[in-house]
């Protein structure tokens, strides 16, 4: 499993080091008044070879090379854990069925909690991932503050990510997309914030159920459960 992790947190380090060369070019070219288009990390060393002058684009060739060689190698490393969680981890499946969840997060999650069987009730499965906000009771007052942020982060960070495409506009409709709108339509401070926190939140709870029963994911478990 940690063999199987280091791929993971390779991929991480690529697409980290890819952002910050990005980043870079984007910081050296603007004082010499060019503005990069907005484009996909893919694009980009294209599109500042067409759009970048010649004496600024031999400042920045190295670094165009490093992206595109980074590129490459986060394709071989998603190459490799599709084949992971169609092969040894199938179990993933399950997981994947929920929107929202590619194989990267679905193979991170199994990975890092490694046994499903480790908590009696998935709901233990917030808290073990830091998603769980602190409390400060005293006396009459019992303000939610922010998550405690225990756990694997970088998990962590995947099921803010899947939050964020279950709240966004292109996220199916389903009772944990309704659930989060309720909570962001409530307003107030960080509204929004809040919301992406709980979905993940559930979303860490509901992928612990279907890994454990291997069921169909329902977008309306409760409506269909009524029906039937």
Avoid at 113 to 118: F, G, T
């Amino acid at each position: 499993m940690q063999r199987f992790l280091n791929v993971i947190r390779a991929r991480d380090v690529l697409v980290r080091m890819r952002t910050m060369a990005v980043n870079a070019v984007r910081g050296l070219v603007k004082p010499c008044g060019h503005r990069l288009p907005i484009c996909s990390t893919e694009s980009f060393a294209g599109r500042c070879r067409a759009d970048l002058p010649e004496e600024l684009l031999a400042i920045v060739e190295p670094l165009l090379k490093q992206i595109e060689l980074a590129t490459a190698q986060i394709a071989l490393c998603d190459k490799r854990i599709e084949e992971l969680a169609d092969g040894i981890y199938r179990e993933t499946k399950a997981l994947r069925k929920n929107p929202g969840v590619g194989a990267l997060t679905a193979l991170t999650y199994v990975l890092t909690v490694a046994d499903k069987r480790r908590f009696p009730h998935s709901r233990d499965v917030g808290c073990y991932l830091g998603l769980r906000p602190r409390r400060s009771q005293s006396g009459g007052s019992d303000p939610q503050l922010r998550i405690t942020k225990a756990g694997d982060q970088y998990l962590r960070k995947l099921l803010v990510q899947s939050a964020h495409y279950v709240l966004g506009h292109y996220g199916p409709d389903s009772a944990l997309r309704q659930w989060g709108q309720r909570i962001y339509e409530r307003g107030g401070k960080n509204a929004k914030k809040r919301a992406i926190i709980a979905v993940a939140r559930k979303l860490s709870i509901l992928l612990h159920r279907l890994w454990v029963t291997q069921a169909e994911y329902v977008p309306f478990y409760e409506v269909e459960k009524q029906v039937a």
